[in-house]
């Protein structure tokens, strides 16, 4: 694990902590790699359930833009779109329920990260966004998911618009199990935790893969990879990344 992301195991549950409140936990490679490296250690521990959260007030800004100024070519950003894809397949994969208790808004690959979730709890005054359009990149993973769960011209409202959706919003369209007051997010998860830990762990795994299957096709990643690699080996990803550390208007080729 990195310092920036906790691990936990007590009475069955898994707890993974992004613990970067400072930069409002924004992702950087190394953290990608202990979340999905924290879920092969809760199924070694043999949990019942994983519950992902943060700590301070946001649960995720996205990726650390430093980390997307520094890609310079291809093969950066296909380790780049290698390593993030790798945290979402573990959660996908893992054999027990990932309950995701957001603890604030969450943007970008934060956003991802939450739909990748089995069941999502949120603050009801949090939102949500995926601005990755705005920095030349695109929301590689968050853009197919969103299609299957709530259609295209929905998903296409969010993924090229990169307008905030409200919590209660998400919840109606279908992203997330639950949105209640930032204080109830807490005991919520844990009542969700509770009720899985009575059933069979056997009926979760075949359940969670089922629920799962409808949401891959196969070749899909290479073409996730294909994506960021196009936009890398052009000016703009890179420009959108330089822009917003240096906080002015970015300036795309026509």
């Given at each position: 694990?990195?310092?920036?992301?906790?691990?936990?195991?007590?009475?069955?549950?898994?707890t993974?902590?992004?613990?970067?409140?400072?930069?409002?936990?924004?992702?950087?490679?190394?953290?990608?790699?202990?979340?999905?490296?924290?879920?092969?250690?809760?199924?070694?521990?043999?949990?019942?359930?994983?519950?992902?959260?943060?700590?301070?007030?946001?649960?995720?800004?996205?990726?650390?833009?430093?980390?997307?100024?520094?890609?310079?070519?291809?093969r950066?950003?296909?380790?780049?779109?290698?390593?993030?894809?790798?945290?979402f397949?573990?959660?996908e994969?893992?054999?027990?329920?990932?309950?995701?208790?957001?603890?604030?808004?969450?943007?970008?690959?934060?956003?991802?990260?939450l739909?990748?979730?089995?069941?999502?709890?949120?603050?009801?005054?949090?939102?949500?966004?995926?601005?990755?359009?705005?920095?030349?990149?695109?929301?590689?993973?968050?853009?197919?998911?969103l299609?299957r769960?709530?259609?295209?011209?929905?998903?296409?409202?969010?993924?090229?618009?990169?307008?905030?959706?409200?919590?209660?919003?998400?919840?109606?369209?279908?992203?997330f199990?639950?949105?209640?007051?930032?204080?109830?997010?807490?005991?919520?998860?844990?009542?969700?935790?509770?009720?899985?830990?009575?059933?069979?762990?056997?009926?979760?795994?075949?359940?969670?893969?089922?629920?799962?299957?409808?949401?891959?096709?196969?070749?899909?990643?290479?073409?996730?990879?294909?994506?960021?690699?196009?936009?890398?080996?052009?000016?703009d990803?890179?420009?959108?990344?330089?822009s917003?550390?240096?906080?002015?208007?970015?300036?795309?080729?026509?």
């Amino acid at each position: 694990m990195t310092k920036h992301v906790t691990y936990e195991f007590a009475d069955g549950v898994s707890t993974i902590r992004l613990d970067r409140p400072e930069k409002l936990n924004a992702m950087t490679l190394p953290m990608w790699d202990a979340v999905a490296d924290g879920l092969d250690r809760a199924d070694d521990d043999g949990a019942r359930a994983v519950v992902l959260t943060g700590s301070g007030r946001v649960f995720c800004a996205g990726d650390d833009i430093q980390s997307l100024a520094d890609i310079e070519n291809p093969r950066d950003a296909r380790e780049l779109a290698d390593t993030v894809l790798g945290c979402f397949g573990a959660v996908e994969r893992s054999p027990v329920p990932v309950v995701a208790a957001a603890n604030g808004s969450a943007y970008g690959g934060g956003f991802e990260l939450l739909i990748s979730a089995d069941l999502t709890v949120v603050p009801r005054d949090a939102v949500f966004a995926l601005p990755e359009t705005r920095i030349g990149a695109y929301p590689f993973y968050g853009a197919k998911r969103l299609a299957r769960l709530v259609g295209r011209q929905r998903a296409a409202d969010l993924a090229l618009t990169g307008r905030e959706l409200g919590a209660e919003e998400a919840v109606e369209w279908g992203l997330f199990a639950r949105a209640v007051d930032e204080n109830e997010v807490e005991d919520t998860v844990s009542d969700i935790v509770a009720a899985l830990k009575r059933s069979s762990p056997a009926s979760l795994e075949t359940t969670k893969t089922w629920l799962n299957a409808s949401l891959r096709f196969p070749g899909e990643d290479e073409a996730m990879r294909n994506g960021l690699g196009y936009l890398f080996s052009g000016p703009d990803a890179r420009e959108g990344a330089l822009s917003f550390l240096e906080n002015r208007d970015p300036e795309f080729a026509e």
